[in-house]
Structure formats: structure tokens, C-alpha cells
């Protein structure tokens, strides 16, 4: 199985930024998408962005220009850099992996709070 653990979520005021980092280990090779998904109070989980191994990039509507995401699935790493930040934005954001041929695997979240 493949294990993923993300970082830096936190408090930040509207118009804020923050950058979240997620780092995979164990059943590595076969990844060949990671991405980020949000979940909000009383709402379900959303696709936010995502990267492929050919470094294709896919973003919501609501976040384009906004947010940007980087890293190379090669080192098992991939992160989430959030400028501009709304309230909205606030959410519990989880990294997610897609490995062939059809598993996928989601870190434990990392709570990002966007508020005066």
C-alpha cells in the first residue's frame, strides 16, 4: 500500500497563503496521479487540483489562479501552494495518490482555516 502524509495547514487571514506538502512512501512505483482534495463541514469531498506523471495539472474552477500545484510524482512528492485565500477555502485538505491499475490511496487530512 502506499502511505501519505500531508503538512502545513493551518489558521491564515482571507487574502492569506499557505502551502501544503504531501510525501509518499511504501508502493510507490506505480503511482501515476496525486492530487488534492478538500472536504468542507457538511459538504462532500472535491477534487482541488491534481498532477500526473506527465505533468498534466487539472484545477477547479474555483481555485484557478489562485492556487498551484507542484512536484514530481518520481520523488513521491507533491504540494499545494494556496494564495489569495477566502474563507471558502477553509477545509480539511487530503492528499491523494493513484496507482495502477485501479487502487488509490488518501493521507489523513490536514485542516486548513481561513478567518479574520
Known amino acids: 500500500q502506499v502511505q501519505l502524509v500531508e503538512s502545513g495547514g493551518g489558521l491564515v487571514q482571507p487574502g492569506g497563503s499557505l502551502r501544503l506538502s504531501c510525501i509518499a512512501s511504501?508502493?510507490?512505483?506505480?503511482?501515476?496521479?496525486m492530487g488534492w482534495y478538500r472536504q468542507a463541514a457538511g459538504k462532500q469531498r472535491e477534487l482541488v487540483a491534481s498532477l500526473s506523471n506527465s505533468a498534466n495539472t487539472y484545477y477547479a474552477d474555483d481555485v484557478k489562479g489562485r492556487f498551484t500545484i507542484s512536484g514530481e510524482i518520481a520523488k513521491n512528492m507533491v504540494y499545494l501552494q494556496m494564495d489569495s485565500l477566502k474563507p471558502e477555502d477553509t477545509a480539511v485538505y487530503y492528499c491523494?495518490?493513484?496507482?495502477?491499475?485501479?487502487?488509490?490511496?488518501w493521507g489523513q487530512g490536514t485542516q486548513v482555516t481561513v478567518s479574520s
Open positions: 491523494h495518490a493513484k496507482r495502477f491499475p485501479s487502487r488509490q490511496s
Open positions: 511504501g508502493r510507490t512505483d506505480s503511482i501515476y496521479m
